[in-house]
């Protein structure tokens, strides 16, 4: 079973950072990671994408985000991080990591568990 496991969340000043971590086990040895993303869902809205980056390395990013977060990931350890700059209180939200993975014909959404993101003074 595929478990994917969250770090990194917690109260940040505005202006201030913190990076994400999700780490990704259990994955049968016949599928591939094909994207890794970050997903968040702030009170009383939809989860929307916040960052998603490719089996390429190609990113893509919210334009509420861009210039203040970067997505990068590790593929040796199926981990991605979500590094945040310039937090603002609009931030604020339950993050989610997000893994499309599979093989050849099917692919498969994992979630992870979500991690608190707090930005306020």
């Known amino acids: 079973q595929v478990q994917l496991v969250e770090s990194g969340g917690g109260l940040v000043q505005p202006g201030g950072s913190l990076r994400l971590s999700c780490a990704a086990s259990?994955?049968?040895?016949?599928?591939?990671?094909?994207?890794m993303g970050w997903y968040r869902q702030a009170p009383g809205k939809q989860r929307e994408l916040v960052a998603a980056?490719?089996?390429?390395?190609?990113?893509n990013y919210a334009d509420s985000v861009k210039g203040r977060f970067t997505i990068s990931r590790e593929n040796a350890k199926n981990t991605v991080y979500l590094q945040m700059n310039s937090l603002k209180p609009e931030d604020t939200a339950v993050y989610y990591c997000?893994?499309?993975?599979?093989?050849?014909?099917?692919?498969?959404?994992?979630w992870g568990q979500g991690t608190q993101v707090t930005v306020s003074s």
């Open positions: 259990g994955m049968r040895f016949i599928f591939s990671i094909k994207a």
């Open positions: 980056i490719g089996s390429g390395d190609n990113t």
């Open positions: 997000n893994v499309k993975a599979g093989d050849s014909v099917y692919t498969y959404d994992y």
